[in-house]
């Protein structure tokens, strides 16, 4: 919906920055000299600007602000350039019901030429040879779930990674509609698991490839896999929890599906793809076939405007960890 505050032009002299109140979904204002001095930085080029007040940072991540704190705190920031008599200030918000928070969100836009981004993170670090767990991984992704991505009614591009000790690019942005499901799947089954786990690199990098290609109002899947902890990133597990926030708030879904001998719920909500979006899976052809059947669902449904963004139920969840069924 759309919230709107008033401003004095006057006092901000012509820049204003302000956030949406991840509580209330009302838009707040920072004070003219906090303002000021966060666009200074800005414009002096700089990652982020500390605001000991707050016990907060702003960090300009390309034309998607963001404040976060050293409690985990989180929420969208925005930059309007004042028009000559202009006297308030509009964006749209939505409440996200995962995470029980508003955020700003581009309006809705309805397009013919929208694009849905398909992006694959698996994890090849040697442990995924045990049982053939990779083979099971890709050839379900590719038979199920990519096959039912091809019939889609729109351009639907495909880019994917693996990942060991360091981060490999296999498709950026291939057009999936013209391209064979089996030459995909071909690709994935040369490469040999080996190595250690870089499983924070490999989600950064998937959001980077798909920063770089997306428009506004086309739909994003990065979906990653992996059998164990991050053992050989870079990148942080706090860099990436801001980054996947952020791109949530523009409504990508970023989803996890992980093996059962990991804490999938605890991982996913320390890297703030939350549970909703993520999966545990049993290393069995059943395991991951019901997992990746769980995902061509889910994603159905925001496709159809069912659900707001990706979510697994308990059964599903359930079903793919094998667990068994709980008393009657």
């Known amino acids: 919906m759309s919230k709107s505050i008033n401003v004095n032009a006057q006092m901000y002299n012509s820049v204003v920055w302000g956030s949406g109140d991840p509580k209330t979904g009302l838009l707040v204002l920072y004070s003219p000299e906090v303002s000021s001095a966060i666009e200074e930085a800005f414009q002096g080029k700089q990652h982020l600007y500390n605001i000991p007040e707050f016990n907060a940072r702003v960090i300009f991540d390309g034309d998607n602000h963001y404040q976060s704190s050293s409690t985990g705190g989180y929420r969208h920031v925005f930059r309007e350039e004042l028009s000559e008599g202009q006297a308030s200030i509009e964006r749209y918000m939505e409440f996200d019901e995962k995470a029980k928070a508003w955020y700003i969100m581009p309006p809705p836009v309805e397009s013919e030429s929208k694009k ?7 994890d090849t670090s040697g442990s995924m040879a045990t049982d053939d767990l990779y083979t099971k991984v890709y050839t379900e992704g590719c038979q199920r779930f990519l096959m039912e991505q091809k019939t889609l009614p729109h351009d639907v591009r495909f880019s994917a990674l693996t990942f060991s000790n360091g981060v490999n690019t296999v498709y950026n942005n291939i057009d999936l509609k013209t391209t064979e499901i089996m030459d995909i799947q071909d690709t994935f089954k040369e490469i040999q698991p080996g190595g250690c786990t870089a499983y924070y690199d490999a989600v950064m990098k998937a959001i980077e490839m798909t920063d770089a290609v997306y428009e506004s109002g086309d739909e994003v899947i ?5 059998d164990g902890f991050d053992n050989s990133s870079r990148c942080s597990p ?12 523009m409504g990508w879904n970023i989803i996890m599906i992980g093996t059962t001998d990991i804490d999938v719920d605890a991982m996913s909500a320390s890297n703030g793809i939350g549970r909703g979006a993520s999966i545990g899976v049993s290393n069995t052809t059943q395991g991951v076939r019901t997992a990746f059947r769980s995902l061509g669902r889910a994603v159905a449904d925001v496709r159809s405007g069912v659900s707001q963004g990706v979510v697994f139920t308990d059964a599903e969840r359930q079903e793919s960890a094998l667990a068994p069924s709980p008393p009657s």
Request: charged share 20%; proline share 0%; glycine share 0%.
């Open 222 to 226: 990065i979906c990653s896999m992996t």
């Open 238 to 249: 706090m860099e990436l929890a801001l980054k996947i926030k952020s791109r949530k708030s």
């Open 116 to 122: 849905t981004h398909i992006v694959f993170a698996i």
